[in-house]
């Protein structure tokens, strides 16, 4: 017998997730430098740790032999002051990915379904998978969420829809007024969680006023991470903001001290610095500029996207990252995304993106 065999075959049968590659891989790989290597894989902020995140952590250092809050109350004050929503409607998370779970956790079962979108986020199918719930992907529609088909895939057994706006990895966004109608037509007993971990990559007049949807929708999950603007993933904070009851349900299934006293003090510092916020929403413009000019030039196809990254086609995609690799360039492959001639790319400091674009250049070349 192999104990292996007695976990259960929804969990056996989870294709693990597929992490951008490392830079210390690659230099031990490679047997490079960390420092002559560029990594655009993972959507992380090109500038780094906002300074006001910086000097909190160092501040939170003295402190870690004590147990963080688990409550987490100053980062959820902080929330609930900039964004106008009572604190019992937030839950607090290890990145997005952890409140992502506890959503799953508290309202999918097996025998229940959960509606994604072709090509969205995998860590949805992930945390449906994990419970034994039956995921069920929808077909998209010009790489976006086709949500009339997503309607139409709701039987009585569904009890999530997962919707990624804008989506990784292809950067589409859904129209708020299409995605309010969408919301207000769903039956009441289907919870939407829409994940909103690139928003702050949106100019003001496409956000959609999802916070403000929560009054009227008691079914809605906005979630929301440090991760990426805010330039602290590998700190691993997130958010959701949702009905008082969800948020008491989720966090109930949440660790008692899930996110860690370096994450709640960095987060609630990098929330109020507004001046990075601005920096790296205006590099993250002209870089999307910079790059989706020069793929234009190499006469290279691309979707369109409204987040910090950007998915383009190119024949053999799988050898093409692998000459970018060996010229010290980290993309990502893209193929467990239903998208295997496809790679995409954060978008990088100015310096960074001329490197990837160079490196491009002569990977298609080769
Ligand atoms: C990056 C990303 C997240 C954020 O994940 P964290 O766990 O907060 O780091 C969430 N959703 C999508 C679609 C993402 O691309």
């Not at 001639?341 to 250049?361: M, W």
Request: charged letters at 20%; hydrophobic letters at 45%.
């Amino acid at each position: 017998m192999d104990i292996c065999d007695l976990a259960p075959g929804y969990i056996r049968a989870i294709a693990p997730y597929q992490p951008g590659k490392p830079i210390s891989e690659l230099a031990r790989e490679m047997g490079i430098e960390e420092a002559s290597i560029t990594k655009l894989a993972s959507n992380e902020n090109p500038l780094g740790v906002s300074p006001l995140a910086q000097r909190a952590i160092e501040r939170a250092l003295a402190d870690l032999a004590r147990y963080p809050d688990g409550n987490g109350f100053e980062l959820k004050q902080a929330l609930a002051g900039r964004y106008g929503v009572a604190q019992e409607r937030i839950v607090l998370g290890n990145g997005s990915n952890d409140v992502l779970e506890m959503a799953a956790r508290a309202f999918l079962a097996p025998g229940l379904e959960a509606i994604y979108s072709q090509h969205a986020f995998a860590v949805y199918s992930l945390v449906t998978q994990a419970i034994g719930a039956t995921g069920v992907e929808v077909p998209a529609r010009n790489f976006g969420h086709d949500l009339g088909a997503m309607r139409r895939a709701i039987t009585p057994k569904t009890r999530m829809v997962f919707i990624a706006n804008p989506n990784n990895p292809t950067g589409t966004l859904v129209p708020a007024a299409e995605l309010e109608a969408f919301i207000a037509a769903l039956p009441k007993e289907v919870v939407v969680v829409l994940d909103e971990a690139y928003n702050e990559y949106l100019s003001e007049e496409l956000k959609a006023d999802s916070i403000g949807w929560l009054k009227r929708f008691a079914n809605l999950v906005v979630m929301r991470t440090f991760s990426k603007v805010y330039g602290l993933a590998g700190l691993r904070a997130g958010y959701a903001f949702a009905d008082p009851g969800v948020a008491d349900l989720m966090n109930r299934v949440r660790q008692p001290f899930n996110v860690n006293s370096l994450s709640l003090a960095a987060a609630t510092a990098a929330l109020g610095d507004h001046e990075f916020v601005r920096r790296s929403f205006e590099l993250n413009r002209t870089g999307m500029k910079q790059i989706t000019d020069g793929l234009r030039r190499l006469g290279i196809e691309f979707i369109p996207s409204f987040g910090n990254f950007v998915s383009f086609k190119v024949e053999e995609a799988a050898a093409v990252f692998q000459r970018l690799l060996k010229r010290g360039v980290i993309v990502r492959p893209i193929a467990s995304y239903g998208m295997p001639q496809y790679l995409r790319v954060t978008i990088g400091l100015e310096s960074e993106n001329a490197r990837f674009l160079a490196a491009l250049k002569q990977a298609l070349a080769a």
